[in-house]
């Protein structure tokens, strides 16, 4: 479905609210706009009902630099291939079109344990409508926004094709747009990456006229947790739900049908100017971080953050540097492997909420229109092939040598030195808030012990 609102700096349009508690499909002839009149305006700022004191790190002021001053003159020779640079003023765009792709539904008997799903693309097209309102006010625009929830379950490539056939019917609506907008979550993440490629190439989408942005949310880049295939939780799904579960995966098998187009799909997208940004939730039941921030590939225009919701109790040395590692990745350096070995003992219980409330704190969906809108586009860096380095996923987790993580941290530890800005200083910081951490978990007690040895090492 899809919906017309205006907003403009001196008006707010707040977004309707619908049911959202159980999924919809949507029919392809259901899929042209339905324009309706926005509801009474009023001169305060959009009341965002996801405010909170969760973060999402690195911002793009801590990981990009700003232009030197004579970067007016000949900006094409100036920005660096490795990373973009930050504008002084935001690309200005006129109409937003948002659209909204949700992940896997769980079934009614895994409902308890993970919660009702809530994640449809309608909700996403709501919070990132409020973000988008929020952002234009404080930069002063005047923004048209429209939103187009696509929800329909089951394989990634047969979600792609169905969704195709419904934006070919709203075509003449994509074309109105100069800002696309996005917004995704788990397994619709590779979904959108791979179905906006094929909007471009089909040439319902235009590049050089319109700006594009993607936003995956926990995606499932390199698949879920490894070894939960076998787990009794994945067994609780009907056939039709477990292939589409299975097909999952897939994703950690890098010469798979799935992976492979997913790569295809990333390197054509960065080489037509489309700025990915991934964010990772701190302690996600379902997704490894390395597989939401798909540590497999590397390149300017994907810019990777984390979602810490307050009530994972993330320990401040451990955001610093989760912080850190995403600084040095954004500006094309390495972790040295770090957030790969740090996933599993970072894992939440299975009960817990990390999958799904990342998409509700429109914080996440500010830093994805910063990174569209507050940076360069490089030549430089479009032409720059997407780095891509597979890796050995068996040898993760419960078998990983247990030498390996405080091998990366080191690493990780003199590249922040060796690179950034003040890293004697974080380092210095990591180490204070390390040796205050007190951990209560078996796992984490385990990590501590793992690091003690470090500082040593400097």
């Not at 409330?357 to 910063?370: F, G, M, P, W």
């Amino acid at each position: 479905m899809s919906k017309w609102s205006l907003w403009t700096s001196q008006s707010t349009t707040n977004p309707t609210e619908s049911p959202i508690d159980q999924p919809h499909q949507q029919q392809p002839d259901a899929a042209k706009s339905n324009v309706s009149s926005s509801p009474t305006p009023s001169i305060n700022k959009p009341q965002d009902p996801n405010i909170s004191n969760n973060i999402v790190l690195p911002s793009i002021e801590e990981s990009l630099n700003k232009p030197p001053i004579y970067y007016n003159f000949i900006p094409s020779l100036l920005i660096p291939s490795n990373s973009l640079y930050i504008k002084s003023k935001p690309t200005v765009f006129k109409r937003v079109l948002i659209i909204g792709v949700h992940g896997f539904f769980p079934n009614k008997m895994i409902r308890p344990l993970i919660g009702a799903p809530t994640g449809t693309s309608m909700k996403f097209t709501q919070v990132a409508e409020i973000a988008i309102q929020n952002w234009s006010l404080e930069n002063n625009m005047k923004v048209e926004i429209q939103k187009i929830a696509l929800e329909k379950e089951g394989k990634i490539l047969n979600r792609v094709d169905f969704f195709f056939e419904i934006l070919k019917n709203s075509i003449d609506d994509i074309k109105k747009a100069d800002f696309i907008f996005v917004c995704s979550h788990s397994q619709g993440c590779p979904v959108s990456i791979i179905l906006m490629n094929k909007l471009i190439e089909f040439g319902l989408v235009d590049t050089n006229l319109q700006k594009i942005s993607i936003l995956g949310m926990a995606g499932i880049n390199i698949g879920p947790f490894y070894g939960m295939d076998k787990s009794l939780f994945i067994r609780a799904y009907s056939t039709i739900e477990n292939d589409s579960l299975m097909e999952l995966f897939k994703f950690q098998n890098f010469e798979s049908l799935q992976s492979r187009k997913l790569l295809e799909s990333l390197k054509k997208l960065v080489i037509n100017d489309v700025k990915i940004i991934l964010v990772g939730s701190i302690d996600d039941q379902l997704v490894p971080l390395y597989s939401a921030l798909a540590s497999h590939i590397q390149h300017p225009n994907i810019f990777k953050a984390v979602y810490i919701d307050t009530s994972s109790n993330t320990p401040s040395f451990l955001s610093r540097i989760l912080k850190l590692s995403c600084i040095l990745i954004n500006n094309g350096y390495s972790d040295h492997d770090f957030i790969k070995e740090i996933s599993t003992p970072l894992a939440g219980p299975i009960t817990g909420g990390g999958h799904s409330r990342i998409y509700n704190d429109s914080k996440v969906y500010k830093l994805a229109l910063d990174f569209s809108l507050k940076t360069y586009s490089s030549s430089n860096a479009i032409n720059q092939s997407l780095k891509f380095k597979p890796f050995d996923i068996t040898k993760l987790g419960n078998n990983s040598n247990p030498f390996i993580l405080p091998w990366c941290t080191r690493g990780l530890f003199f590249e922040v030195i060796k690179k950034l800005p003040n890293g004697r200083n974080e380092i210095d910081n990591v180490f204070n808030e390390f040796n205050q951490w007190n951990p209560q978990s078996k796992i984490l007690k385990n990590v501590k012990y793992r690091l003690n040895g470090i500082k040593a090492k400097l």
